[in-house]
């Protein structure tokens, strides 16, 4: 009796200290994994959580491929895939022209420090000779240093080239962007869209893609007849006779003139620095906003040139008010900002662009790598409020460089909700394992939740300096 005692006291202490670790594990995990984190995937795989919106490697749609392969075929342009090169390289290079007034304040500068230089040698100065002489000096200065700017005029031939150089590129970029749209606003089922600047119609072909049938009318306006000719062969398959693969999409060589007239989605992708001043940017975005019912989506070159001409967009029409407003619901920033702050990566000492990278297929040509990658710069701006999907609570950032993945650990560099731009250790450990494994199935472009701002480090590029 007393060994069978001795037992049963010996199950009920094992029992109690089992009991005892249990809780204490699960009062460990709840530590570990804080319930807004917890929550933030929504039933999602990690690899799929809600703030991944990258996609893999992309192809042209089929039917696009072989009308643009039939084209070149009966081209028979020479030296096509050497001069596509030449044309991509020329295209991302490109700059703004240079506004009239920042080059009279450039003359008036080199001027005034060239008369200085002349006095400081002192001695008997013949001033209108000297005049003629600086004048001459500034002029040649100017024509030396500032970026020559001409628009672009395409005929047949060329439309082929650019074709070559910049149809599975663009499509890409543009395809990408409009993930985000398609990825966290999944109710969102457009039935109009206006694409500015439209070129080779991938938009049309990128928006297709993505909403499909749901699209009803599609504007495409570019002020080049040979291009919307060219666009109009891609939907037929370059069979005059054919029908169009996608219906209903209207080519015009100018925007439609009534400010009432609306489209669930406007896209400007590579048109802004097609235009030959601020001026006309300004006017052109005002406009296209005013025909934006739900989102803008401007796209360009992933180039300072092209982010920096994004940020002044965004500004504008973050801003800016315009003397008549037919339909009054503000801007607000869709993505990729996770803020409405101005870009901690333009206020460094040295700028540098914030762009995002999209692997694709590229035309098969002899010679031709059979994966290209776009670097790209976007700004999809929003009418109504409410449009980013239910993040359970959980602030979300915008990954802005390669995630590096280490041992037990991943580096992360983030744009976040407060403007800056901040450098994580992300650790199952310290940050939970929900947070920990979507860091690490992420890639640049992607979002994930903030997590533990006072680690914030300095803004840099260097992911490497983050400490754990």
């Known amino acids: 009796m007393t060994r069978c005692s001795h037992l049963i006291g010996s199950n009920n202490g094992v029992l109690l200290l089992l009991l005892f670790f249990a809780a204490y594990s699960q009062g460990m995990s709840a530590a570990a994994q804080p319930q807004s984190q917890a929550d933030f995937l929504n039933g999602a795989p990690h690899r799929k959580h809600p703030g991944a919106t990258n996609l893999k490697t992309l192809r042209l749609p089929e039917e696009l491929q072989r009308a643009a392969q039939a084209i070149v075929h009966r081209a028979q342009v020479p030296k096509l895939t050497a001069r596509a090169h030449s044309l991509r390289n020329f295209l991302w290079s490109r700059k703004r022209a240079a506004e009239d007034e920042t080059l009279r304040q450039k003359a008036r500068n080199l001027e005034k420090a060239l008369w200085e230089k002349a006095r400081e040698k002192g001695g008997d100065i013949d001033e209108q000779l000297l005049d003629i002489r600086i004048k001459k000096k500034v002029l040649s200065e100017l024509k030396r240093t500032t970026y020559h700017w001409t628009p672009i005029k395409y005929d047949e031939e060329l439309g082929v080239i650019y074709m070559v150089a910049r149809l599975a590129g663009g499509y890409a970029a543009v395809r990408r962007a409009l993930n985000e749209i398609k990825k966290r606003d999944p ?190 710069s976007y700004l999809i701006l929003a009418r109504t409020d409410g449009v980013e999907a239910e993040k359970g609570g959980v602030d979300w950032a915008r990954l802005v460089a390669p995630v590096l993945s280490r041992s037990r650990h991943v580096h992360c560099q983030m744009c976040c909700p407060n403007g800056q731009i901040q450098q994580v250790v992300v650790t199952a450990r310290k940050h939970g394992r929900d947070v920990y494994r979507c860091a690490r199935s992420s890639e640049w472009g992607d979002q994930l939740p903030v997590i533990q701002q006072q680690e914030a480090g300095v803004q840099s590029d260097h992911p490497e300096e983050g400490k754990e």
């Open 187 to 376: 109710s969102f089922a457009p039935q109009s869209l206006l694409d500015f600047g439209s070129g080779l119609g991938t938009v049309v072909w990128a928006s297709h893609s993505c909403w499909g049938d749901s699209l009803k009318e599609m504007v495409c306006v570019d002020s080049s007849g040979p291009m919307n000719t060219l666009a109009e062969q891609l939907l037929k398959g370059d069979d005059e006779k054919a029908e169009p693969h996608i219906k209903q999409v209207y080519f015009r060589q100018f925007l439609p003139v009534s400010p009432k007239v609306q489209f669930d989605v406007v896209v400007g992708a590579f048109s802004l620095s097609e235009l030959p001043s601020k001026k006309e940017r300004d006017e052109i975005l005002f406009t296209l906003w005013r025909k934006t019912s739900s989102y803008l989506v401007l796209v360009e070159n992933g180039t300072k040139e092209g982010h920096q001409m994004l940020m002044e967009a965004r500004d504008i029409l973050l801003t800016k008010k315009e003397k008549f407003l037919f339909d009054t619901r503000a801007a607000s920033v869709f993505a990729p900002c996770p803020h409405e702050l101005p870009c901690p990566k333009l206020a460094r000492l040295s700028p540098v662009p914030c762009n995002f990278q999209q692997p694709y297929h590229p035309l098969p040509l002899p010679g031709r790598p059979d994966r290209q990658i776009e670097k790209f």
